[in-house]
């Protein structure tokens, strides 16, 4: 089975990841050890004094690549009331490397002595095997605290340490009364085949800082920063967003362009990076193996084949996804209207020529999928597991994937306007024909639109959180909007800790499902920044503060997803426990819920920039400071009456 996350630690500096328990142990089981580019490269390090472990004290982050462990020896120091011996074990994880101080404290009144061992073993499991709940044998060292294999050689150092060569270091340690000493070692990997890469720029957006009457909104976007900037990954000078720890930590085609979108805010660079790392790998050959097609954007890169248990192989270069094309156009869209540079943009016009023919191949009908090898994904938006969508025959129209489409005409057609292209006015009409289609054959008789048709056309009726997805599209009438907002505002939806995947009235819920009625962050900060700008403030701010309340119960870093239950159920949302934490799009949700509260929108080519705020201000004042508009910082303010304002704006800029 799956290994469980919820209750593990990690310190992350993309590509290189650190899992361990609450304890600060690396041990030889389940997900725990160091993970870089899709492999484990150190699967223990068991600290022990005398042979015996330490009782776990606490631990405590400084920052996403850095944390502390506190644990006490209690045997050590002799008899007394209060503890005499600490250890604060602190891990600091950067791209490649991973370094340990350990500290001992001694309040003892006696000397004290004790020997320190730690434990190292390496197996080069790939994550794949790992994720199906494998393991790799132990490799013996090459040479003195060196293994190697596939081409991948970890290394291992300690100042002062003896070492039996084969994974083993031992201080012998001597503390006089309130003295303290300092222990460290280093593992470092050497992977020249790796296909992710740390960045070289120290940022790639700007600082940014949110305060607010309601101080989980800026605890959320500070801790979310932190978490982003450590998850980023390189192409060459082209940063994007490593999707999340430790599955997923690699380039995604539909998570590391949601990501990017959401913090369009803080400046196009992400956008930009995003846009042209996916369009040198635009597809340009039909393959139904991997399901490239031309014009198709990728859905994730690895390293090797990626097989998990149960039949599930994907090629190395995946592009199985309905939603990735169609949400590339519309990020060119974005970014482009937030400033990214003209040049920029015409640069990739022939990528998005290539990937409006991909789109065209679905003119006259719905935008579907279907795998046909049997081995790859069966269900292909972002709901991909196999228990999403039950019971219908591919091809597969789903609903998320007609808006993102309807969309995605739009916005290439005016782009193509903008640079002077030919077709906008046949991109408006694919539109147009599509929102009638759509209006025609989904709705159903409770008064929303289907999850999806299959490939008869019949619909799955179950209510479901993807038809918040379709808000802000222009697929839908404001009548429609408003149906859709009433359907997903009741308690069934909106009742837990954010929006549930599944209506709790639907036989298909269960509140620990993955994808059927679990609360995802990413979807209800897209849903809910879709209700606010469709001015469902009330809608809006439910959900929003249903993820802020479960923001400070996982220590403002929200995982994946977490479990549905009620509100009214229990005082704090249950973890699901095999969420990947950090997650990019989990984590850039954070300014997309701060852009929904101060009603932020840029539209840089028109010259104008759109400031309208929560109605009522539910979440008190707000000032979010660094931000970014075409280029130049911008400040924000909301006073607690709602009033809001905007100070350096670009000159040709206006508020609208």
């Known amino acids: 089975m799956q290994p469980l996350l919820h209750e593990l630690v990690a310190t992350v500096a993309a590509p290189t990841t650190a899992l361990a328990g609450p304890d600060g142990q690396i041990r030889a089981e389940g997900v725990q050890g160091v993970f870089h580019a899709d492999r484990r490269v150190l699967s223990a390090a068991l600290l022990r004094l005398d042979d015996r472990e330490a009782e776990p004290l606490g631990h405590a982050a400084a920052g996403a690549g850095t944390t502390r462990f506190d644990s006490l020896a209690r045997w050590l120091g002799g008899p007394a009331p209060d503890p005499a011996v600490r250890i604060e074990r602190t891990r600091t994880v950067t791209p490649g490397q991973v ?78 009364p309130g003295a303290a000493t300092t222990l460290t070692f280093t593992v470092r990997v050497h992977d020249p085949a790796a296909v992710v890469h740390a960045p070289t720029r120290a940022r790639d957006w700007r600082p940014a800082e949110v305060t607010s009457g309601d101080r989980r909104l800026g605890r959320l976007v500070a801790r979310s920063l932190d978490d982003l900037h450590a998850l980023r990954l390189a192409d060459g000078d082209d940063v994007y967003l490593g999707a999340g720890v430790p599955w997923y930590l690699t380039l995604f085609g539909r998570d590391s362009i949601w990501a990017a979108r959401m913090l369009l805010p803080l400046g196009t660079g992400p956008a930009a990076g995003t846009l042209r790392v996916l369009a040198r790998r635009q597809g340009t050959r039909t393959d139904p193996t991997s399901g490239e097609a031309p014009g198709k954007i990728l859905h994730e890169l690895r390293r090797q084949a990626f097989v998990l248990a149960g039949g599930l192989r994907l090629p190395a270069a995946y592009y199985g996804s309905v939603d990735a094309t169609p949400l590339w156009i519309s990020l060119l869209h974005d970014a482009w209207r937030w400033g990214m540079p003209a040049t920029e943009v015409a640069d990739l016009l022939p990528h998005l020529s290539a990937a409006l023919g991909w789109l065209d191949g679905w003119a006259g009908g719905f935008l579907t999928y279907h795998d046909t090898t049997g081995h790859g994904l069966a269900n292909q938006g972002w709901k991909d597991s196999a228990a999403a969508l039950r019971g219908a025959e591919p091809p597969i129209a789903l609903v998320e994937a007609q808006g993102y489409a309807h969309r995605a005409a739009l916005d290439g057609a005016a782009l193509l306007d903008a640079f002077g292209r030919p077709g906008g006015d046949r991109w408006r009409e694919y539109a147009a024909a599509l929102a009638e289609r759509f209006r025609a054959a989904f709705w159903v008789d409770g008064g929303y639109p289907a999850l999806a048709l299959d490939r008869d056309g019949r619909p799955v009726d179950a209510l479901t959180s993807n038809i918040g997805h379709l808000l802000g599209t222009g697929l839908l009438t404001a009548a429609e909007e408003r149906a859709v907002a009433t359907a997903l505002s009741g308690e069934p939806m909106s009742g837990a800790y954010g929006l549930r995947t599944m209506s709790a009235l639907d036989r298909g819920y269960a509140p620990l499902s993955y994808h059927c009625g679990s609360v995802w962050t990413h979807d209800t900060a897209i849903v809910a920044t879709g209700l606010a700008r469709a001015g469902f403030t009330a809608e809006a701010t439910t959900l929003i503060d249903g993820l802020l309340t479960a923001a400070e119960a996982f220590g403002y870093r929200l995982p994946e997803l977490h479990a549905g239950d009620a509100r009214s159920a229990l005082s704090r949302p249950m973890p699901y426990p095999a969420a990947c934490r950090p997650q990019a799009w989990s984590a850039a949700a954070a300014v997309l819920l701060a852009q929904a509260v101060i009603g932020l929108e840029a539209d840089v080519p028109g010259g104008r920039v759109r400031l309208r705020p929560l109605a009522g201000a539910p979440f008190g004042p707000v000032e979010a400071r660094g931000l970014e508009i075409a280029g130049e910082p911008v400040d924000v303010r909301v006073d607690a009456a709602g009033a809001a304002t905007i100070n350096g704006l670009a000159a040709g800029l206006r508020l609208h």
Do not use: F, H, M, Y
Request: aromatic share 2%; proline share 6%.
């Open 99 to 176: 370094d340990e101080a350990i500290r001992l404290g001694s309040a003892a009144a006696a000397t004290v002595r004790t020997t320190v061992t730690v434990d190292l073993a390496v197996d080069l499991a790939p994550i794949d095997v790992v994720k199906s709940g494998g393991a790799g044998p132990p490799l013996p060292a090459d040479g003195p605290l060196t293994w190697s294999r596939d081409g991948i050689t970890v290394t291992a150092t300690a100042a002062g340490a003896e070492t039996d060569g084969r994974g083993r270091l031992r201080w012998a340690v001597t503390l006089a």
